[in-house]
């Protein structure tokens, strides 16, 4: 059960970081470094989430 709470949340840190980074993108001058950090921020969640996932699916826990 705290697998799946932590693969919930790791997917809403995401699509909260796609949507800052939308946004970043809309907003910010040829400068800013913020959509940059949102990106790295958003790859590196997502290998959270992929190992996750394995981890899951390896142990039984998903599936």
Sequence with gaps: ???KILI???FLAMVTSL???AG???R???TSRRL???LKLRVALAAIL???L???FYAGNLG
């Design 1 to 3: 059960m705290l697998l």
């Design 8 to 10: 919930a949340l790791v």
């Design 19 to 21: 949507a800052a980074g």
């Design 24 to 26: 970043f993108l809309l």
């Design 28 to 30: 910010d001058d040829a």
């Design 36 to 38: 940059l950090v949102s």
């Design 50 to 52: 992929l190992s996750l």
């Design 54 to 56: 394995f981890y899951g």
